[in-house]
């Protein structure tokens, strides 16, 4: 790890980063989100140069998040792991969920990016149905 220390937006722990780009701060970026640095927006915009239709498949992949976890409850699952769940964006899983069953439902949230884990851990408390667990490599 490198040496800079981030004190996390959403939830103020402290997390040490590497100067090099991350995919989910690079995912959060291209979706609108808020936890990125330049280094990986920058990387994200070489990228988008490159194959601009990344950003479709990227907002694509999050609709159909949306879609799989609202029929899911619709069809009565009540309980879900996130593996890779990434850094907490709009339409988070416990978030569907809640709007279609609210307080119904349970979600684990596993990432091994710590930025993302870090990020993560104040979901529980706000949507009082997620859990944050951190995956070690």
Do not use: K
Request: aromatic residues 6%.
């Amino acid at each position: 790890m490198c040496g800079w220390v981030h004190v996390c937006a959403c939830g103020g722990a402290e997390v040490t980063l590497g100067p090099c780009p991350s995919a989910g701060r690079i995912y959060d970026y291209v979706l609108g989100g808020r936890h990125n640095y330049a280094v990986d927006r920058e990387f994200a915009e070489q990228q988008l140069r490159e194959l601009p239709q990344m950003r479709v498949g990227m907002v694509t992949n999050r609709e159909f998040l949306r879609r799989a976890v609202r029929f899911a409850v619709e069809s009565g699952i009540r309980q879900f792991v996130d593996i890779g769940s990434g850094l907490p964006t709009q339409g988070n899983v416990h978030e569907v969920a809640d709007e279609v069953a609210p307080g119904e439902c349970r979600v684990v949230y596993i990432d091994n990016e710590p930025i993302a884990c870090a990020c993560a851990d104040p979901v529980g408390g706000h949507g009082r149905s997620g859990t944050a667990l951190r995956a070690l490599r």
